[in-house]
């Protein structure tokens, strides 16, 4: 029941980003304002956008110029079998840390973290959450609680709090070697770690310890944003909390999107788009509407040096009208904690939290 309800969702998918050829890049649907949220652009024609049904036809529109910048979203001829291995185990408390392995695409694995926790029957399901590490070289082993900002073991924290999690490595990050050469298929980083971020959901559904149903995703900088497409693409993940993770392209060091351009993001932005915010044809109040009626924490610290903070205020306020329309406004948080670049203890609460109002049965 599980995996035909998640191929009705995937075949769904492929109707709504809108693409019918075996092109790698679909043609862009111009909207010169992704700040403006409030009609459908159908044949040159503006529709005020007053309906769930009007803004499921926007919605694909917006998985189809982010799939011009990042690449197509891989159909299932990549979705090999997982063939899954378990390498250790190790006691942590009352939870146990796996490190494990599983197949991506042809040719391809990924290695990660998966935490177990205690539970009181063995025919307990529980949730779980897929926790996306942040820049850096130990790339899994931070979440995981092995190293690196003592402040960023979620994988871990959560797994304390009674959740199944999964901490694998982004390309190129940890023990994951990759090249990005275009010879693998994609044309940005960014497409490569959504799609092995599908699978990594793919395993986590395929254990018996978890409800298919209750999985949310987690991450920090690199992990935010990462969350965040991954959750575009996937409808699987039904909560999801990005801390430092974002703002307005025209907010990103002053509208400088030279960062997002290196192989492992979307080389695309500078070389089609001269690295111009104005036209990029995607912006992230557009991808937070994406996910409604999905719960969605933006947890931004008002002294973020990545990710300026009024931009991260302008994409809530711009798809906060998309989550009335669906009738669960509450659904749309923000966080704006007084500190830097960080996850501290008290920022952490509020997004576990999140979670547990979500993913938690109410007893």
Known sequence: MRASRFLVALALLSTLCLVASAEERPEVIPYPDHQDLTYLLENGVKSPLKTVALWEKRRAQVLHNMQNVMGRFPNDSKRV??????????????????????????????????FLPAIEKETTKSPAILCLHQ???????????????????YALHLAERGYVTLAPDYPSFGEYQYDFAPSHGYISGTMKAVWDNVRA??????????????????GHSLGGHNTMFTAAFDPRIKVLVSNCGFTRFHKYYNGALKGWTSNRYMPLIDKDYGNDP?????????????FAPRPFLASSPLKDSNFEVSGVKETIAAAKPIYELY??????????????????EDVRKVAYEFFDKYLKPVK
């Open 81 to 114: 079998p997982l063939e899954p291995k378990l390498l250790e185990t190790v006691e942590i408390g009352n939870v146990k840390r796996l490190k494990v392995s599983y197949s991506t695409e042809p040719g391809d694995r990924v290695l990660a973290y998966l």
């Open 278 to 290: 104005n036209k990029v044809p995607f912006d992230f109040p557009e991808i937070v509407a994406a």
């Open 135 to 153: 820049t850096t070289g130990i790339g899994k082993q931070e979440p995981a609680g092995m190293g690196g900002n003592p402040n960023l073991h």
């Open 327 to 344: 009738g669960h406004p509450e659904r749309l948080q923000a966080n704006y904690p007084d500190c830097a670049h960080d996850f501290p």
């Open 201 to 218: 959901l793919d395993y986590v559904q395929s254990l018996p310890q978890v409800d298919g149903e209750r999985i949310g995703c987690i």
